[in-house]
Structure formats: structure tokens, C-alpha cells
């Protein structure tokens, strides 16, 4: 094993650290906005491609430095099938309902752990190490940080009006707004079936006011005369 074999896995994980971080910059964007693909799952892709574009610039040093003899063998040949492979296996766990997307996160954390089965089989025990540990970093503290930082709640909403009401849209956005919370136009569902109007849509507020927003709008829609039934549960958009 040759000095440069040694040096490469502090210089790797490096990379893959400076590549953790500007994949939580895009993904706190995503979060702030509530979307559903959240910091986690960005800071997963990109340390991962970080860690496999990383292992395919040092042929020299695969297999404990004897990839460049004759018959050594190359990774490059496999590692677009296993990560493709794994990518398909990550997929069935994604699962849409409603207006909630779940399985992201545990779909890139799969896809993301092949990264590590290929450092660890080509010999480059200390960038697998070290994607390990952002791993865990990615999924155990950066939530707990993102959970401090401000962002929007978003929360879905199906509210039902008694039998010939018509509802008002300014009268509900000026609700909203007292409380700090608004509507997404392109969320905005209304549906008119045997004479009762159906409100169906996303409401966004800040994540301080979120946090009992819910109790408190259901509270104050159950005192309303003019809704039959309604529905209010915390939701994520893709």
C-alpha cells in the first residue's frame, strides 16, 4: 500500500462533509417552503454521489492498490447496476397518501448505504467510516436542528358546509390571516355535490404558530354553525 492510499480517506471525507453541507443549504430551502423532500434526503443524495464520484478518480488506488495490475479488477463496471438496483428497491417504499409523502428519507438512506458497501469492498475502509457517520449525522442530528430553525407548517384541511351554505373565500382567507396562516392557490380544491360545497385545501403557517394551530382551528371550526364535518391533519408536498 502506497503513502497516497493512507492521505485519500481524510481528504474523501472531507469532500463528502463539504458535500453534506451544501446538500442541507438546497434541502433547507425545500423544508422551509414545506415541501415534503426534506434536508435529510438531500444531504443523503449528495454526500452519496460526493463518495461515488470521489472512489471513481483514484483507479490507482482500488483493491489496496492493485486495481492497475494486470487482471485487477474495476468497480466502475458495477457500481452504476448495484446503485441503480438499489435505487428501484428504495422506490417501493415511497408511498403517497392524499397530500403526505412518506418513505423519502428511508428510500435515500437505502440507495445512500450501497455507497458504503462499495467503498468498504474496493478497500477504502475510512470514507466508508466517515459516509457512515454523516449518515447518522444527517438523520439523527441535523432533524433535531432543523426542528429549531424557522420554517412553515403545513397542515391539509377538508371542511364540509351544511346543506345551502355557500361558503366565502375572503371571509376564510381573513380567518387564515388573523392567524397567521394562508392558502396556497394551486392547493385550492372546491367541490358543490347533493347541495353541500366541499373546501379541500393546504394552509401554511409559520412553524411557531404551528405547532397548535390545529387544536386551535379545530376547535374554533366545531363551533361553527355553517360546517357539517371537517378534517385537519399535519401534511408535506413533493
Known sequence: MTAAWYTAGP???????????????????????????????????????CAVTLLAGFPSLWYWGTAHEIGGGD???VIGSILTGVGFLGAGIIVQTGMNVRGLTTAASIWGSAAIGILVGVGFYLPAIGLTALFVISMAIVPWIEHRLPARAVMAGKIRFREGHTPQPELIQRYLTERGMS???????????????????????????????MNRIALELSAMAEIESFTVSHASRA
Open 11 to 49: 481528504w474523501f471525507v472531507a469532500h463528502m462533509a463539504g458535500a453534506l453541507l451544501l446538500g442541507w443549504a438546497v434541502g433547507y430551502e425545500r423544508y422551509f417552503r414545506g415541501r415534503a423532500s426534506g434536508t435529510q434526503v438531500y444531504c443523503l443524495v449528495c454526500t452519496t454521489s
Open 183 to 213: 392558502i396556497p392557490p394551486e392547493s385550492l380544491t372546491i367541490i358543490h355535490s347533493q347541495g353541500h360545497f366541499e373546501l379541500r385545501c393546504l394552509f401554511f403557517g409559520d412553524s411557531i404558530a404551528g405547532g397548535d394551530a
Open 75 to 77: 468497480p466502475t463496471r
